[in-house]
């Protein structure tokens, strides 16, 4: 289904909230929707690995990586097992890898940047909090929205034309 987050904004201002931190896009979907998951995990990616190996049809995996820069949540091998498990996209408040790859994979990938480097894996990590970014706060339920503009959170699924 096709859809603008400025026509979201719009249609329903009292109740969305929008993200005052300007995103890049890595995967090759730039417009993705669904109830959000939520991880967070600090210099290690084991626990981003675990719930992408689970379904995620109609989800949007949040990751908090405390605003780590030098290493990456996301690399081509994570960015498969979420497509391959039917995820909506993932949204990273945090770093990528392997550009190059990921932007020809069929995904919705939001995140501040890339980097060379990947995580430790030491299985540490929280599944189900809330993630605050971007003046907004992401929580496990509620529902996200992302296109070319910008992206949106909203407690309730909102109706797509």
């Not at 991880?39 to 190996?53: A, P, R, W």
């Not at 949007?60 to 960015?79: C, K, P, R, Y």
């Not at 919705?108 to 809330?130: H, Q, R, V």
Request: proline content about 1%; overall charge neutral.
């Amino acid at each position: 289904k096709m859809f603008s987050t400025p026509d979201l904004k719009d249609k329903y201002q009292k109740k969305v909230f929008q993200g005052f931190e300007s995103m890049k896009s890595f995967g090759n979907i730039d417009s993705f929707f669904g109830q959000i998951k939520t991880v967070t995990c600090h210099d290690d990616n084991s626990k981003v690995k675990e719930i992408l190996g689970t379904s995620g049809k109609g989800k949007v995996l949040v990751i908090n990586s405390n605003s780590v820069t030098h290493a990456a949540m996301i690399g081509d091998e994570i960015a498969q097992r979420a497509i391959d498990n039917e995820w909506s996209g993932v949204f990273i408040a945090g770093y990528v890898r392997d550009a190059e790859l990921i932007k020809q994979m069929n995904l919705g990938i939001l995140a501040l940047g890339s980097t060379t480097t990947k995580t430790n894996k030491n299985n540490k990590g929280f599944f189900g909090e809330d993630v605050i970014f971007g003046g907004v706060i992401l929580s496990e339920g509620s529902w996200f929205y992302a296109d070319k503009n910008g992206w949106l959170v909203s407690k309730d699924r909102l109706e797509i034309d």
